[in-house]
């Protein structure tokens, strides 16, 4: 004892002119996963990835069964083709050009009987005139003319008709069943096309949660994908040192085994300090008030999710 108490002041000295270097503060690495599911019940039939593969942007990921869906498109689509019908029945002439043909024969028949009558009206009224005809065969001959001219104009008028359309409202109703028929056509496509599910971003997928032939319910996710954008860094910083961070300040990253240390950007800091990190990596931590922060690395695929880090603030 009378050897070592003597050494105390010396080794404490010593301890002094050690440079402890800059302050580390310790965090973990988090990833937000991206859960991609249909939006409607359905059975698995496809599955084209699996655990750990990486995917790029719109890479078909999985089907699920769209015979349902198939079957709505195809009766939106007969109701369209039937709408579509009907408009164009309503803009046509109200008959057939076969019908209009025969009432055109009659029309060129009433004007030859209008000729002829006019012929012999005007035969009656030289001869009543030379008062050779009768009052009563020019009375007649008039009344046939007129008669041969009131069929005319009739067959004339059933001809107008003949060719004439739909009123314009019932065509704008018609008008208005082909729109709703086209709508609910692109509803049922966008109802079959998202039973494929694409990758929405590149990265690895992580977990998958149904295989083919297993019933995924509303709501729940078939897979979930790990973009590498979305990998970022929650560290502990406490209350005497946060003024030395602000949004958009560099820090370095150390972590068991990276290959040195990686360099990312502080994207966040709490407005409301706490008292306790989620993970407590000593008792000392339990006294401290600190301030969670969010940095975002540089080069996020040298990280793991959930893998402890230490933080420092780069020169």
């Given at each position: 004892?009378?050897?070592v108490?003597p050494?105390?002041?010396?080794?404490?000295?010593?301890?002094?002119c050690?440079?402890?270097g800059?302050?580390?503060?310790?965090?973990?690495?988090?990833a937000?996963?991206?859960?991609?599911?249909?939006?409607?019940?359905?059975?698995?039939?496809?599955l084209e990835?699996?655990?750990?593969?990486?995917?790029?942007?719109?890479?078909k990921?999985f089907?699920?069964?769209?015979a349902?869906?198939?079957a709505?498109v195809?009766?939106a689509?007969?109701?369209?083709?039937?709408?579509?019908?009907q408009?164009?029945?309503?803009?046509?002439?109200?008959q057939?050009?076969?019908?209009v043909?025969?009432?055109?024969?009659?029309?060129?028949?009433?004007?030859?009987?209008?000729?002829?009558?006019?012929?012999?009206?005007?035969?009656q009224?030289?001869?009543?005139?030379?008062?050779?005809g009768?009052?009563?065969?020019l009375?007649?001959?008039?009344?046939?003319f007129d008669?041969?001219?009131?069929?005319l104009?009739?067959?004339?008028?059933?001809?107008?008709?003949?060719?004439?359309?739909?009123?314009?409202?019932?065509?704008a109703?018609?008008e208005?069943?082909?729109?709703?028929a086209?709508?609910?056509l692109?509803?049922?496509?966008?109802?079959?096309?998202?039973r494929?599910?694409?990758?929405?971003?590149?990265?690895?997928?992580?977990?998958?949660y149904?295989?083919?032939g297993?019933?995924?319910?509303?709501?729940?996710?078939?897979?979930?994908?790990?973009?590498?954008?979305?990998?970022?860094?929650?560290?502990?910083?406490?209350?005497?040192?946060?003024?030395?961070?602000?949004?958009?300040a560099r820090?370095t990253v150390?972590?068991?085994?990276?290959?040195g240390?990686?360099t990312?950007?502080?994207?966040?800091?709490?407005?409301?300090?706490?008292?306790?990190?989620?993970?407590?990596?000593?008792?000392?931590?339990?006294?401290?008030?600190?301030?969670?922060?969010?940095a975002?690395?540089?080069?996020p695929?040298?990280?793991?999710?959930?893998k402890?880090?230490?933080?420092?603030?780069?020169?």
């Amino acid at each position: 004892m009378r050897r070592v108490v003597p050494l105390l002041p010396l080794l404490l000295a010593l301890a002094g002119c050690v440079d402890a270097g800059p302050p580390r503060y310790q965090g973990y690495a988090e990833a937000e996963m991206l859960f991609v599911g249909p939006e409607e019940a359905g059975r698995v039939t496809a599955l084209e990835v699996d655990e750990g593969d990486r995917v790029t942007a719109g890479q078909k990921l999985f089907e699920i069964d769209p015979a349902l869906q198939q079957a709505d498109v195809d009766a939106a689509r007969a109701s369209l083709e039937q709408a579509r019908a009907q408009l164009a029945n309503l803009k046509a002439a109200a008959q057939r050009p076969e019908e209009v043909e025969v009432l055109e024969a009659g029309r060129r028949r009433a004007a030859a009987a209008l000729d002829l009558s006019r012929i012999e009206l005007d035969r009656q009224k030289d001869l009543y005139a030379k008062a050779v005809g009768s009052k009563a065969a020019l009375d007649t001959a008039q009344h046939t003319f007129d008669q041969n001219q009131a069929a005319l104009d009739e067959i004339g008028k059933q001809i107008e008709v003949a060719k004439m359309g739909s009123r314009e409202m019932q065509i704008a109703a018609a008008e208005r069943q082909v729109d709703s028929a086209q709508a609910n056509l692109v509803t049922a496509q966008t109802r079959l096309d998202r039973r494929t599910l694409a990758a929405p971003a590149a990265g690895s997928v992580e977990t998958v949660y149904f295989r083919p032939g297993e019933l995924v319910p509303v709501g729940r996710p078939v897979l979930s994908l790990l973009p590498p954008e979305l990998i970022k860094m929650r560290f502990f910083v406490p209350e005497p040192d946060l003024a030395r961070f602000r949004l958009g300040a560099r820090v370095t990253v150390h972590c068991d085994g990276c290959a040195g240390s990686v360099t990312a950007t502080v994207s966040y800091i709490a407005a409301e300090a706490e008292y306790t990190p989620p993970v407590i990596y000593s008792l000392d931590e339990r006294s401290k008030l600190v301030f969670l922060l969010e940095a975002k690395p540089d080069d996020p695929l040298r990280l793991r999710p959930g893998k402890p880090i230490t933080v420092e603030l780069a020169p």
